[in-house]
């Protein structure tokens, strides 16, 4: 079985430039969350989508930050503009629904894209 | 809002020895599961053990092992027989009954395994 896939796996941006990232979740997982990872520190949720909805944003900096999971498969998570405060790991994950269609407690995770905003 | 704290920034042992790091958690919620991840230094995270809060038994996955006390609210994993391999970041996370797969993750411990 195929894992999470991230592309690109490195960045190295200005300020103020634009990044996109992208993830293909294990094939038919309904459930995909994007993680930002700052360096000494635990990931923290930026957005989880089930199919193409988005079940939770809450933690995302919607002024920069924006992503989609059109086709309810992969995902892309832009940032315009870039602030040095932005670098970090973005990890995605996805997990499978339970038989009974409840979110699945088990995350599995791409290998994350490193993020450099100099 | 749940929280979860690792308050041990670095651990070392000694290949075959055994080590045990520390989490602690708040919460109001009755049901929940607690992970222990664990990241190598290619970042790849991958899930380690897992408990569910409604078994008083303590989880146990070969070398790996936890230490659940609910009432303390602390969840501590035990290592076994560490090997070179065990060399990683190791995080603690809960994730609430009703939080729709919502993890909340601690801080992280950087665990290094000495030959």
């Known amino acids: 079985e195929a894992g999470v896939a991230q592309s690109p796996r490195y960045k190295i941006i200005e300020k103020r430039q634009s990044v996109a990232f992208w993830c293909n979740p294990i094939?038919?997982?309904?459930?995909l969350y994007w993680y930002q990872q700052i360096l000494g520190q635990g990931p923290k949720l930026l957005i989880q989508f089930q199919n193409n909805g988005v079940v939770d944003d809450s933690q995302l900096p919607k002024d920069r930050f924006s992503a989609e999971r059109l086709k309810g498969v992969d995902s892309t998570l832009k940032i315009q503009p870039a602030k040095l405060e932005d670098s970090a790991v973005y990890l995605c994950a996805s997990s499978s629904e339970s038989g009974s269609g409840r979110i699945s407690y088990e995350q599995y995770f791409g290998p994350g894209t490193r993020l450099t905003v100099t | 809002a749940q929280t979860v704290t690792q308050s041990q920034p670095e651990m070392s042992v000694q290949e075959a020895e055994t080590v045990t790091l520390s989490c602690t958690y708040d919460t109001s919620e009755n049901n929940y599961y607690l992970f222990w991840y664990k990241q190598p230094p290619s970042r790849q995270m991958i899930l380690v053990i897992r408990q569910e809060a409604y078994k008083q038994q303590n989880a146990t996955e070969n070398r790996f092992s936890v230490n659940f006390q609910k009432a303390a609210k602390s969840f501590s994993l035990k290592i076994s027989d560490s090997q070179l391999g065990d060399t990683a970041m190791y995080f603690c996370?809960?994730?609430?009954?009703?939080?729709?797969?919502?993890?909340?993750f601690g801080q992280g411990t950087i665990l290094t395994v000495h030959p």
């Open positions: 996370a809960f994730l609430g009954g009703t939080s729709y797969g919502k993890l909340t």
């Open positions: 094939s038919g997982h309904a459930t």
